[in-house]
T-cell receptor, first 112, second 113 residues
């Protein structure tokens, strides 16, 4: 069955550094993948969508890559700020091609 | 433009009690979803509605029922609550199924004693 893996341990980085979060998926090949941000006590908020024919997608300080050979997506935040502290969820398309399947999320802590 | 709204924000139930979680969206979206989120488990899909008049089971539908009342509203009902249903419930909507952005509500925190 399909499996989505994100590092469950929190990622702690210093302000100004680049944060890199990893999303690995197994047993299938999604045609697209989304990333969401979730703050404590709130619902997830959409950040970026990347399709299988796109190697990289950028939006301001955010960059997402999608390596269909490695079955992995990387999410980068450059020049990180304390306001970037949140949990980031990876959500590939499911193997039926209709829905999103969410990973458990990685908590990012940016220290000033 | 409120987006996706959910009521109530918090609820405490005793085992065996029933309740309905309400969700409404004002974005004229066709598709709506109910998820539950538990620590370390991520978001799991309970039920979804691809369009008005249709509903389908997701990954964890047991113990729940849904109603797509109209295009705007999608409710989730717990007929006989169990402690295993203690969770945070999120409603979401999207323009349609597939590679579409989902917009989430603020969530309902449910505790079943």
């Amino acid at each position: 069955s399909q499996k989505i893996e994100q590092n469950s341990e929190a990622l702690n980085i210093q302000e100004g550094k680049t944060a890199t979060l990893t999303c690995n998926y197994t047993n299938y090949s999604p045609a697209y993948l989304q990333w969401y941000r979730q703050d404590p006590g709130r619902g997830p908020v959409f950040l970026l969508l990347i399709r299988e024919n796109e190697k990289e997608k950028r939006k301001e300080r955010l960059k997402v890559t999608f390596d269909t050979t490695l079955k992995q997506s990387l999410f980068h935040i450059t020049a990180s700020q304390p306001a970037d502290s949140a949990t980031y969820l990876c959500a590939p398309e499911d193997n039926a091609g209709n829905m999103l399947t969410f990973g458990g999320g990685t908590r990012l802590m940016v220290k000033p | 433009n409120a987006g996706v709204t959910q009521t109530p924000k918090f609820q405490v139930l005793k085992t065996g009690q029933s309740m309905t979680l309400q969700c409404a969206q004002d974005m004229n979206h066709n598709s709506m979803y109910w998820y539950r989120q538990d620590p370390g488990m991520g978001l799991r899909l309970i039920y979804y509605s691809a369009s008005e008049g249709t509903t389908d089971k997701g990954e964890v539908p047991n113990g729940y029922n849904v109603s797509r009342l109209n295009k705007r509203e999608f409710s989730l009902r717990l007929e006989s609550a169990a402690p295993s249903q203690t969770s945070v419930y999120f409603c979401a909507s999207s323009a349609r199924l597939g590679a579409e952005t989902q917009y989430f509500g603020p969530g309902t925190r449910l505790l079943v004693l």
